[in-house]
């Protein structure tokens, strides 16, 4: 396994969230995609100022850590709840493992969206294991 990271879900603010931990953590964005950058089911359909909201960002911090985030924008598996808005991201180092981890966290809990190759390069899956904890499961 690669890393573990957290991963944070924001209700529409996560380009204003993100600059506020940029000034207080350093560092430069490694990846800053909006949904309107996306092919993806869900996104044709959305507004031009939905469109601007972010799908994806990362932050990698001093520590080798990356903070990660999207903003929540209705079609995801589960709504969005403050306090318990946060996924933890486990990076496989291949599809195998990523396959094998995937299946094991969400044995007895909920397989949101199946691990399988993504429009935007590797394979992904999104679950809630037995316990309640969302996880994204990634690999390159």
């Known amino acids: 396994m690669k890393a573990l990271n957290p991963y944070l879900n924001f209700p529409g603010n996560t380009?204003?969230?993100?600059?506020?931990?940029?000034?207080?953590?350093?560092g430069e964005f490694s990846?800053?995609?909006?949904?309107?950058?996306?092919?993806?089911?869900?996104?044709?359909?959305?507004?031009?100022?939905?469109?601007?909201?972010?799908?994806?960002?990362?932050?990698p911090l001093a520590t080798g850590h990356i903070l990660m985030a999207t903003d929540v924008m209705g079609h995801e598996p589960k709504p969005f709840i403050e306090g318990t808005n946060?996924?933890?991201?486990?990076?496989?180092?291949?599809p195998e493992e990523g396959q094998k981890?995937?299946?094991?966290?969400?044995?007895?809990?909920?397989a949101m969206?199946?691990?399988g190759p993504v429009e935007w390069g590797g394979q992904w899956g999104m679950l809630t294991d037995a316990y309640g904890i969302q996880w994204m499961v990634d690999c390159e």
């Not at 380009?15 to 350093?26: I, L, R, T, W």
């Not at 092919?39 to 909201?53: I, Q, V």
């Not at 981890?101 to 909920?110: R, V």
Request: glycine fraction near 6%; proline fraction near 2%; hydrophobic fraction near 45%.
């Open 113 to 115: 969206i199946p691990f």
């Open 31 to 59: 990846a800053l995609v909006r949904f309107g950058d996306m092919k993806m089911e869900g996104c044709e359909n959305m507004t031009d100022a939905d469109k601007t909201k972010i799908m994806h960002i990362s932050l």
């Open 86 to 94: 946060v996924t933890l991201a486990l990076h496989a180092d291949n």
């Open 15 to 26: 380009e204003e969230a993100f600059n506020f931990y940029q000034s207080v953590f350093g």
């Open 101 to 110: 981890l995937y299946d094991a966290l969400s044995k007895n809990g909920e």
